[in-house]
């Protein structure tokens, strides 16, 4: 299957700080990328999805400008949380999706956000 | 009422022994289904498709009951690698947005 990165895997930050999470395809174009956020015991929630070269599409009660979501290229979205606070503290995982099939989504690693 | 709704478990199973678990979705124009297995602190990864006339993968079988709306997984002599969470996912949208339930826990005891 097609491999997604996600960098970093874990972060660590203090409260108010900003945090930069990159999702990238390796071997394949992504022309969605989608942002899910899993909180402990609990389902993945979508946050968001990003088409290449538009705005993304956020999901009701995610705030689209403390989740600031950029997919510049057919191989790269990211996800900044800005002005980060603990419960903000989540496994932020994103998937991607080619350009070939709707339905399956090949995804990240995950990144561990933890905000003291 | 939740999207998708799952028995979180766990489902505690003897090794070799046949395990099966439901999951119920709310949404019936939902185009497709999945099984997701999730191991602790990873990401989700595909375990199989749901086809509308049941289907299996090797020890795995899916089925769909689109009138009662709900699919169910059975795992058959389970193994210890099996010990997972399984996600339960719909797709509903044009967009492929998918919706995940909580999971169900199994844990294969040797």
């Known amino acids: 299957g097609a491999v997604v990165s996600q960098h970093p895997s874990r972060v660590i930050c203090k409260s108010g700080t900003s945090v930069k999470i990159e999702c990238r395809s390796l071997d394949f174009q992504a022309t969605t990328m989608f942002w899910y956020r899993q909180f402990p015991k609990q389902s993945l929630m979508l946050m968001a999805t990003?088409?290449?070269?538009?705005?993304?599409?956020?999901e009701q009660g995610v705030e689209k400008d403390k989740f600031l979501i950029n997919h510049a290229s057919l191989t790269l979205s990211t996800l900044t949380v800005t002005s980060a606070h603990p419960e903000d503290s989540s496994f932020y995982i994103c998937s991607a999706r080619g350009a070939g099939g709707l339905n399956e989504q090949f995804f990240g690693p995950g990144t561990r956000l933890t905000v003291l | 009422r939740k999207e998708v709704e799952q028995d979180p478990g766990p489902f505690n199973v003897p090794e070799g022994a046949t395990v099966a678990f439901n999951c119920t979705y709310s949404?019936?124009?939902?185009?497709?289904f999945f099984w997701y297995r999730q191991d602790c602190r990873k990401e989700p990864k595909l375990l199989m498709s749901?086809?509308?006339s049941g289907n299996e993968d090797g020890r795995f079988t899916a089925q769909l009951n689109r009138a009662s709306q709900y699919i169910s997984l059975l795992i058959r002599d389970s193994k210890l690698s099996d010990s997972a969470t399984y996600l339960c996912?719909?797709?509903?949208?044009?967009?492929?947005?998918?919706?995940f339930g909580a999971g169900t826990q199994v844990v294969v005891t040797p």
């Open positions: 996912v719909v797709n509903f949208g044009s967009w492929g947005k998918l919706q």
């Open positions: 949404n019936s124009a939902s185009q497709s």
């Open positions: 749901v086809y509308s």
């Open positions: 990003s088409n290449e070269g538009s705005k993304a599409t956020y």
